[in-house]
């Protein structure tokens, strides 16, 4: 499918090219961006299957989540005081609960601009599942909690790499994550995809680490590097740029508190969102994150043409514009992903209102065994 993207501002976070062009033109073809400008697109261009006005909108790459786990979504507001019920009922469900609850999940963080999502859930097919029906990226990293299961644990990432990783234009990624620091053994970064990094939570980088290992919400005395760590919306306080980010339950479901942390602290707005763009892609060697010929088409476009994020286009520069994402994430007009387009006039195209109902349904059935 061709998809043509016309009068648009776009903020590329590109490293190669321009940042910001006030007014151009974005060509898909095949899930891949083929052609970026400014003005009007060439005469030349194949015909478009799909044309997409842009004027009034900013269209900027899709985010990306680097440590998510899809299945608590529905439990995030008593995570904090019931954690511990919380893992037994997502233990108990069946694979087609944990289906319904990922796609809720990964549906919500659609609806907030994110197009490529990091799972440590403990089953891959429900979660994998769950990305084909909403049509986002999916990293599946099944978490190892304890030493006792790492047979299983291999096996799982093992069979699921052969089955999976890479499949449908790097749609869906396998690795894995060590969740504990008593499950290390040493030899886990040799387990995953040799293209793929190995996520390690918390304290366990006292025991593992490496340039083949991403760290999540590190102790500051490990002393990991910006591109080697991720921080959930709890750890901000240790955020610095070329870092990612994670959700660890926030009410939200989105990047919205991790980037107003970052402001808060000072950090430029071009750097808040290169962190959730090109410098996570950079981390998991997936030609997303900027918008730019040859690049996988993640493409959010952003409605900034009422009030109170309209500014002439005249007066848009790359850090205004980066502001305007990181301040509140204006409404979201479009989201592509690859050669799907998610959401369309602001509303969710792949996941029916169905789905939604059998999810909402099922979680009122597990919170009343509680």
Known sequence: MRILIEDVSILTMSTKHENLISRGYIYIDSGLIRGVGRGDPPEDLDNPD????GRGKLAIPGLIVLFSRLAGYPFRIILDRESTKVKEMINSMSNSDLQLISTLSLAAMAMRGITTVLSVDRRVEPVVKAAETTGLRIIAAPCLNDASDAEEWSREIITSARRWHKRDNSSILITGSICSRTAVKGDEPSIVPSDMPLIVYGDACHRLRGE????????????????????????????RPGSGYGIAGDLSWSLSKHFAIAKARGFNPLDILGSATIWSSNKIGLYIGSIEPGRLSDIVILDISQPPWWIPIDLLNEEGAADIVVTGIPKIETVIVGNEIVIDGGELLTVGREIFSRAYSRVAELMGRR
Do not use: A, F, Q, R
Not at 50 to 53: F, H, K, M
Not at 219 to 233: N, R
């Open 50 to 53: 799909i044309v997409i006005g």
């Open 212 to 239: 083949k290992v991403l760290n999540v919400d590190p102790p500051s005395e490990c002393g990991v590097k910006p591109d080697l760590s991720i921080y959930t919306e709890e750890h901000m306080n240790l955020w």
